[in-house]
T-cell receptor, first 110, second 116 residues
Framework: GDSVTQMEGPVTLSEEAFLTINCTYT??????LFWYVQYPGEGLQLLLK?????DKGSNKGFEATYRKETTSFHLEKGSVQVSDSAVYFC?????????FGAGTRLTVKP | DTAVSQTPKYLVTQMGNDKSIKCEQN?????MYWYKQDSKKFLKIMFS???????INETVPNRFSPKSPDKAHLNLHINSLELGDSAVYFC???????????????FGPGTRLTVL
């Protein structure tokens, strides 16, 4: 069935470092892909999405490109801040549900 | 206004008790979901309703029973609570089923359930 696999954490970076969180997917057809972020004590919120191959989603300095040839949707940010510390979830839009990855915890140190 | 709200935010109870969690969304969405998040942050879908019709009923003990009185509400009742039910439960909503065509899900703040 459709699924996503994201890199295991935790990830610890210094402020202003470059971030990459890998996400690959398995699916029939061309589903939409999402990145959600969960800040401590809160629910998940959409960070960005892409609905077709070669689309780039971007928000708050984060970017991810829907790559059909490598079945990937890696999350990147050029310069992370302490306030980016959170758990990040890659997700794949199914016909009736959303398939979430296991989550990657990011900690950014000053 | 809060888009997806849940009550209570915290719930501490004894094993064997029955409890309910309520969820309401004011986004006009037609689909609502319940997720369980364990201590490792793994998110598992439990149920989904579309226009008050149950469309996802994952492998969940039948002690868990969802109820959708209308499109804006989805409640979760849990009978005979067990230690393993301790988790954070999230309600979510979306317009349309699933997310294949790009429909995002909006999450509530979560209900932290602790069973003693």
């Amino acid at each position: 069935g459709d699924s996503v696999t994201q890199m295991e954490g935790p990830v610890t970076l210094s402020e202003e470092a470059f971030l990459t969180i890998n996400c690959t997917y398995t699916a029939t057809g061309y589903p939409s892909l999402f990145w959600y972020v969960q800040y401590p004590g809160e629910g998940l919120q959409l960070l960005l999405k892409a609905t077709k191959a070669d689309d780039k989603g971007s928000n708050k300095g984060f970017e991810a490109t829907y790559r059909k040839e490598t079945t990937s949707f890696h999350l990147e940010k050029g310069s992370v801040q302490v306030s980016d510390s959170a758990v990040y979830f890659c997700a794949l839009g199914g016909n009736n549900d959303m398939r979430f990855g296991a989550g990657t915890r990011l900690t950014v140190k000053p | 206004d809060t888009a997806v709200s849940q009550t209570p935010k915290y719930l501490v109870t004894q094993m064997g008790n029955d409890k309910s969690i309520k969820c309401e969304q004011n986004l006009g969405h037609d689909t609502m979901y319940w997720y369980k998040q364990d201590s490792k942050k793994f998110l598992k879908i439990m149920f989904s309703y579309n226009n008050k019709e149950l469309i996802i009923n994952e492998t969940v003990p039948n002690r868990f029973s969802p109820k959708s009185p209308d499109k804006a509400h989805l409640n979760l009742h849990i009978n005979s609570l067990e230690l393993g039910d301790s988790a954070v439960y999230f309600c979510a909503s979306s317009q349309g089923r699933g997310g294949r065509s790009g429909n995002e899900q909006f999450f509530g703040p979560g209900t932290r359930l602790t069973v003693l």
